[in-house]
């Protein structure tokens, strides 16, 4: 589904973020002045970066279910914040087989790295000094 925001044009599902900004200057981070919670669309199509904090990434989709709300908002699921950060399917099984706690899980994908962009960094970073 792809909807009209701000000018925009969205594919559903997309990335939003929960941001506290001051509803009259939204580019104002002065202490002490007042905020309100606003989403914030990621107008790139893909995801914020992974964190602890879960208010970074929610899914904006369409509402299959209830007939009266449009779109529904919900976090990542533990396994899609893992397959974000290159987990394989395999390592995901072998987690949650742990006995993990979910909030451990997302622990775990926002504490991560993923793997081929740290390579790629210091591949960079060895062709520079050659």
Do not use: W
């Amino acid at each position: 589904m792809i909807i009209n925001y701000k000018n925009h044009k969205i594919k559903l599902p997309c990335i939003v973020a929960s941001r506290g900004r001051n509803p009259n200057n939204l580019s104002d981070r002065t202490a002490g002045s007042p905020t309100v919670q606003t989403l914030e669309v990621n107008y790139k199509g893909v995801c914020n970066v992974l964190t602890t904090f879960q208010k970074d990434n929610y899914v904006l989709e369409e509402n299959k279910v209830d007939t009266d709300k449009k779109f529904v908002i919900r976090k990542l699921t533990p396994r899609e914040c893992l397959r974000l950060m290159s987990f394989s399917d395999e390592d995901i099984d072998a987690i949650y087989a742990s006995g993990i706690s979910t909030s451990q899980i997302y622990k775990l994908a926002g504490n991560s790295i993923v793997v081929k962009v740290l390579e790629e960094i210091f591949g960079q970073m060895i062709d520079e000094e050659n």
